[in-house]
């Protein structure tokens, strides 16, 4: 069984992770490692994946990469990138937030 996870780096997204490897799955990992959190605290919560062979990651933007290749023979996805809280979407920040709404909009326009 394989499965993709994005936003794998944060806690949700590694917690889970972690859960599938243990289950058996193979894991793709994707993760942009946005700046909002430091890097050093998206590698501590990905330590225990560490080596493990089920596990790999793609250090990438969903919203600009190519999704073919990542998600072909993977019946799972687990769709958990995004930007935390909505704070930084005010005043300068709010730029990466209407990058990320426009990319992959919640509703579709029907026209």
Do not use: C
């Not at 990651?57 to 990469?65: G, I, K, N, S």
């Amino acid at each position: 069984m394989r499965a993709v996870i994005t936003g794998a780096a944060g806690f949700i997204g590694s917690t889970l992770a972690e859960r599938l490897v243990a289950e058996g799955w193979w894991v793709t990992g994707v993760d942009s490692f946005s700046p909002f959190y430091a890097a050093a605290d998206k590698e501590a919560n990905l330590a225990a994946l560490v080596g493990e062979r089920r596990f790999d990651l793609v250090r990438a933007d969903v919203a600009t990469m190519s999704l073919d290749r990542l998600l072909a023979d993977r019946p799972l996805v687990v769709h958990l990138a995004a930007q935390p809280g909505v704070l930084g979407s005010f005043g300068t920040g709010f730029d990466q937030y209407l990058h990320d709404v426009e990319k992959y909009p919640l509703i579709e326009d029907p026209a």
